[in-house]
């Protein structure tokens, strides 16, 4: 947890395009962290193994190795949180991506303040991955693991189970982008995994439950095509 | 290839004929001259209808020298004379038979032959026809699309260049400390504004080439209605930043599933509602069901679209300013392609898209789309999964 607070995290890029690792190395050294780059996904899992990142962005389509399988193979061997940048409408590589270990991405063209706050939002995640005791806290939220109870800013929130299995796994993965098949085989498990419709109607009564206003969530807010992001406040 | 279709003709004429005689044979002392003649008739008839007068001629010699040869009395038997004056009746009426139906068929072949040509020659014209008109009309097309693109694309890339290399100027001019912030702000706004259009640009015309390209096949996705809202909604929030936007559609239609391209549509709704009615003024958006159809309606308080161009300005390059440019400029009216490619993506749906004025004659107007019901989200089965 603190290893970041000492050190300046380090971010691998890996596109094939040169200019956008150009590009965001400039902003990116301004903001304290340290760059290094690739151009395929060879190169870049070899520069991974090597140097040892904190975090992974990396572009979809290269030549030799893609991006696909340049998350398969980081996310074999490693927990690091990788960013993926992609093109709009192309939501169907996202979905595979992100079931294929990436933890989120930003659609090209993007904003440098928008890839910011994804970095720091995947670098504060991996770095409180590792809460072992029996309360797990994350924003406004408090679930007590082995009571199965779960509390909004202090107060109690009664779930039913399914729900409260949702909210853990959603707490768990704060911040990070998950399709319903992800949640399908982590929340009812893989004997469901054709059933997106049960993830709407379980989202929906959730909302109800822990949302003020659920036609706008404020914490289980939906990724347009891809699933759902969960923002536990600050 | 032509010999051995003569050859076809004559050795078919004569080979009808040996086997008629063949079947005759049997009868041969019970049969009369006129049952002989008849049939061969028959036979000649057919093969100056088929193959035509030559082979007809000739069959019609061999049909009086076999006649002869067969039917005339015992004592002249092999002889080829013409014995009887009724033999050569018989040869005449067989030859000028042969010519007339020989003929007759000729010439209805050439009338068919005739007719063929005639309708190919019309086919190629016509052909040419509409292979020209569309010619002329992608070269209109290609050179309308040229205009619009060079000019779309230029404009905003103008400004970024332009403000780009201001900044380099002054960053080069000037040391930090007395460098104009907020002239330097208003330069990179520019940058960041005009790119996102320039990129709004491309987004439509690739919608477009897709529609165009018929490669939009109506998508087997599907997503709720506010999850379609949400999405274009929050896509529109930049051209809609300064107005009051209400939604209104209830949790029955809101958990109704719609295919995905139609957030692209109502996308489009609202971009060009923001387009067209002064700035300001509220959007307001509609969702209802409507017996099997989902009706998503766009209000806006602009000045409403002439009802004699309610039908025009879902074509493709059609533009139109009600609020009247002084100058007739069309910078910002965009490409004009915006309804056009929300009404492709309605029909590829099997929807509707139209225009209405806006109620008890209000400014303004109303764009709506229905597209038909595809499923509800909530069937029984999923209940039980969550309970």
């Given at each position: 947890?603190t290893e970041?607070?000492?050190k ?7 596109d094939?395009?040169?200019d ?7 902003s ?9 780059s690739a151009?395929?996904?060879?190169t870049?899992?070899?520069l991974?193994?090597?140097w040892?990142?904190d975090?992974?962005i990396t572009?979809?389509?290269?030549p030799?190795m893609g991006g ?14 990788i ?7 192309d939501e ?13 991405y930003?659609?090209?063209?993007f904003g ?5 706050a994804?970095i720091?939002?995947?670098?504060r995640?991996?770095s ?8 797990l806290?994350a924003?406004?939220f ?8 779960a509390?909004?800013?202090g107060?109690e929130?009664p779930?039913?189970?399914?729900e409260y299995?949702l909210?853990?796994?959603?707490l768990e993965n704060?911040d ?11 929340v009812?498990?893989r004997?469901?995994?054709?059933q997106?419709d ?5 989202v929906?009564q959730l909302?109800?439950k822990?949302?003020?206003s659920?036609s ?5 807010k939906t ?5 759902y ?6 | 290839?032509?010999?051995?279709n003569?050859?076809v ?7 009808c004929l040996?086997?008629v005689?063949?079947a005759?044979?049997?009868?041969h ?6 049952t ?10 057919g ?7 030559g082979?007809a001629?000739l ?5 009086a ?5 067969y039917?005339?009395p015992p004592?002249d ?7 009887q004056?009724?033999?050569l ?10 010519i007339?139906a ?6 209805a072949?050439r ?7 005639l309708y190919?020659?019309?086919r ?5 026809a509409s292979q020209?008109?569309a010619?002329?009309?992608s070269e209109r097309f290609k050179?309308v699309?040229?205009d ?6 230029r404009?905003?890339l103008t400004?970024i260049?332009a403000?780009?290399t ?6 080069q ?9 907020a ?14 259009r320039l990129?709004?640009f491309i987004?439509e015309?690739?919608?477009f080439a897709?529609?165009?390209?018929g ?14 809202l ?5 896509r529109?929030?930049?051209v809609?930043a300064?107005r009051r936007?209400?939604v209104e559609?209830d949790?029955?239609?809101g958990?109704?599933?719609l295919?995905k391209p ?8 609202l971009?060009?509602a923001?387009?067209h ?6 959007v307001?958006v ?6 099997d159809?989902v009706v998503?309606?766009v209000g806006?308080q602009?000045?409403g679209?002439?009802?004699?161009i309610?039908e025009?300005?879902?074509e ?13 400029s ?5 490409l ?6 929300a ?7 099997g929807g ?11 400014p303004?107007?109303?764009?709506m789309?229905?597209?038909p019901?595809?499923e509800r989200?909530?069937s029984?089965?999923?209940e039980?999964v969550?309970?």
């Amino acid at each position: 947890m603190t290893e970041l607070g000492n050190k300046t995290a380090r971010i691998l890029i890996v596109d094939d395009e040169p200019d956008i690792p150009e590009v965001l190395q400039t902003s990116l050294v301004t903001h304290g962290f340290e760059i290094r780059s690739a151009d395929d996904g060879e190169t870049g899992l070899d520069l991974f193994k090597a140097w040892q990142p904190d975090l992974v962005i990396t572009d979809l389509s290269m030549p030799r190795m893609g991006g696909i399988a340049l998350c398969k193979a980081i996310r074999s061997a490693s927990a690091v949180p990788i960013i993926v940048l992609s093109v709009k409408g192309d939501e169907a590589t996202k979905v595979h991506a992100l079931e294929c270990g990436a933890d989120d991405y930003v659609t090209k063209p993007f904003g440098m303040n928008e890839l910011l706050a994804r970095i720091k939002a995947a670098l504060r995640r991996s770095s409180r991955a590792l809460i072992t005791s029996n309360v797990l806290r994350a924003g406004d939220f408090t679930l007590d693991i082995s009571a199965r109870r779960a509390e909004i800013s202090g107060r109690e929130v009664p779930l039913t189970p399914k729900e409260y299995d949702l909210l853990k796994f959603l707490l768990e993965n704060a911040d990070r982008v998950v399709t319903p098949k992800t949640l399908l085989m982590n929340v009812w498990g893989r004997t469901y995994s054709d059933q997106s419709d049960a993830v709407r109607v379980l989202v929906r009564q959730l909302r109800k439950k822990i949302e003020l206003s659920p036609s706008s969530p404020k914490y289980l807010k939906t990724e347009p095509w891809i699933g759902y992001r969960f923002k536990p406040g600050d | 290839m032509r010999f051995r279709n003569t050859f076809v003709r004559y050795g078919g004429t004569f080979a009808c004929l040996t086997l008629v005689a063949l079947a005759l044979w049997p009868f041969h002392p019970d049969t009369r001259p006129l049952t002989a003649a008849a049939c061969l008739s028959l036979v000649l008839m057919g093969v100056a209808i088929n193959w035509g007068t030559g082979p007809a001629l000739l069959g019609s010699i061999a049909s009086a020298l076999y006649i002869n040869f067969y039917y005339v009395p015992p004592i002249d038997r092999f002889s080829f004379r013409l014995a009887q004056d009724d033999d050569l009746v018989a040869l005449i009426a067989f030859l000028v038979m042969s010519i007339v139906a020989g003929q007759l068929s000729a010439r209805a072949q050439r009338r068919a032959d005739e007719n063929l040509q005639l309708y190919e020659k019309l086919r190629v014209a016509f052909e040419q026809a509409s292979q020209l008109e569309a010619l002329k009309r992608s070269e209109r097309f290609k050179s309308v699309l040229l205009d619009t693109v060079t000019h779309d694309l230029r404009t905003p890339l103008t400004s970024i260049k332009a403000a780009a290399t201001s900044l380099v100027d002054f960053t080069q001019r000037a040391p930090f400390e007395e460098r104009n912030s907020a002239r330097e702000k208003k330069l990179l706004r520019i940058i960041v504004e005009q790119s996102d259009r320039l990129n709004r640009f491309i987004d439509e015309m690739v919608e477009f080439a897709k529609l165009e390209s018929g490669s939009k096949k109506p998508t087997g996705e599907l997503h709720p209605v506010e999850e379609i809202l949400g999405t274009s909604l929050a896509r529109a929030e930049a051209v809609l930043a300064d107005r009051r936007v209400t939604v209104e559609c209830d949790e029955n239609t809101g958990s109704v599933m719609l295919p995905k391209p139609t957030a692209e549509v109502l996308f489009l709704l609202l971009e060009n509602a923001a387009r067209h009615s002064p700035a300001g003024t509220p959007v307001c958006v509609t969702a209802s069901e409507q017996q099997d159809n989902v009706v998503i309606e766009v209000g806006d308080q602009g000045a409403g679209v002439p009802a004699e161009i309610r039908e025009k300005i879902f074509e493709k390059f059609f533009q139109f300013d009600a609020g009247g440019r002084k100058d007739g400029s069309t910078v910002g009216l965009g490409l004009g392609l915006g309804l056009a490619i929300a009404r492709g993506i309605i029909e590829t749906q099997g929807g509707k898209i139209w225009v209405e004025s806006n109620r008890n004659g209000k400014p303004g107007a109303r764009f709506m789309f229905s597209v038909p019901l595809a499923e509800r989200a909530i069937s029984t089965a999923s209940e039980q999964v969550i309970a």
